[in-house]
C-alpha cells in the first residue's frame, strides 16, 4: 500500500536525496526521477518541473556539474555528477538529518 | 524527431517565463529529452503514443511555475547595449541643449570666442557622460528599475497573468 507523506516534509530533503543518487553514479533528470522513486518505494515521487530548476540552482552554486552524452538514438542527455563541494554539502545534509530524524524519534518515543 | 505541438507548446510556454533567452535552447533540450522517456515509458506500459504524451506533459507540472521557477535562476546579463545607446543619445541631447545655451549667452554677452565655446561644449559633454554613466551603475542594482530598461519584465507579466485567466485590464 502506497502512503501519502506531506508534501513540506518531502521538499526540504530532495536536494539531499538528489546529490545522494548522484554520490553512486552520474544521472539525467528522468533517470533520477525513476531511481528515487524504485528506491523509496514510490513514496518519493518528484515532478520534472520540480526536478530541474533544482538541478539548475545546484549546477549554478557549483554542488553539481553537467555534460550532454549523444545516445546512438541521437538523443542527447544531459547528465550530472556531482562536485566535491557537493560531496561536502551532501555529508553536511545527512548530519543535520541525523540529528533531526533522532531528535524526532527521541521526543515520539519519550 | 518532430515534436507534436502539444509538447512543442507547453515548451514554449515555460521558455515564454523565462527572461534570459539565451538560456532557452538549453531548457528546451532537456525538457523534450524527459518527456520523450516519459512518453516511452508510458508507451511501454501499454499506453497509444498521443495519452502517453499527454500524459507525460501533465506529469511534468504547470507549465508557468516551472517556467518562473527556472526564470529566477537563469538571470539576463545587463543589457549593456542599451545602456550605452541610452548614454549616448542622452549625452548628445544634452549636448544640444547646452549648445542653445551656450549660443544664447555668447550672443548676448559677445564674451565668447569659437575656441572657448567648444572647449566649453566638450568639457560638458565630458561631465554628462561621466555622471550618466554612474547613473546608471547605480540604478541597474535596483531590479525593478533594470528590468525596465529593457521593458521585458511588463510584457512578459501581462502574457504570464493573460495565460493564468486573470484579466489584466487595459494594459
Known amino acids: 500500500m502506497k502512503m501519502k507523506v506531506d508534501k513540506s516534509l518531502i521538499s526540504g530533503s530532495t536536494a539531499m536525496l538528489i546529490l545522494r543518487l548522484l554520490e553512486s553514479e552520474d544521472m539525467y533528470g528522468y533517470q533520477m526521477i525513476e531511481t528515487l522513486d524504485k528506491q523509496s ?70 | 524527431m518532430a515534436q507534436s505541438i502539444q509538447v512543442r507548446e507547453f515548451i514554449q510556454t515555460v521558455c515564454e517565463q523565462v527572461k534570459a533567452k539565451r538560456a532557452h535552447a538549453i531548457i528546451t533540450n532537456e525538457l523534450i529529452a524527459h518527456i520523450e522517456d516519459q512518453t516511452e515509458a508510458y508507451m511501454k506500459s501499454g499506453m497509444d503514443e498521443n495519452s502517453a504524451e499527454r500524459r507525460a506533459i501533465a506529469q511534468m507540472g504547470d507549465p508557468v511555475t516551472v517556467g518562473e521557477n527556472l526564470d529566477q535562476l537563469h538571470r539576463p546579463k545587463l543589457d549593456w547595449i542599451g545602456i550605452v545607446v541610452n548614454i549616448v543619445m542622452w549625452t548628445i541631447s544634452g549636448a544640444v541643449m547646452l549648445f542653445g545655451l551656450f549660443l544664447g549667452v555668447a550672443t548676448f554677452y559677445s564674451l565668447w570666442t569659437t575656441g572657448q565655446l567648444v572647449f566649453g561644449i566638450i568639457i560638458s559633454l565630458g561631465f554628462i557622460a561621466v ?41
Open chain 1, 41 to 110: 518505494n514510490n513514496v518519493f515521487t518528484l515532478k520534472a518541473g520540480t526536478l530541474y530548476p533544482l538541478l539548475h540552482g545546484l549546477e549554478q552554486e557549483g554542488i553539481v556539474k553537467s555534460y550532454e552524452i549523444i545516445a546512438e538514438n541521437a538523443r542527447s542527455r544531459k547528465y550530472y555528477s556531482i562536485t566535491n563541494a557537493g560531496r561536502k554539502l551532501l555529508q553536511d545534509k545527512k548530519d543535520e538529518w541525523e540529528i533531526y530524524s533522532s531528535a524526532v524519534n527521541l521526543v515520539l518515543e519519550g
Open chain 2, 131 to 171: 555622471s550618466l554613466i554612474v547613473a546608471f551603475t547605480v540604478i541597474s542594482m535596483f531590479k525593478f528599475i533594470s528590468n525596465m530598461l529593457f521593458y521585458r519584465g511588463l510584457a512578459s507579466d501581462y502574457k504570464k497573468r493573460k495565460k493564468r485567466g486573470e484579466y489584466y485590464g487595459k494594459y
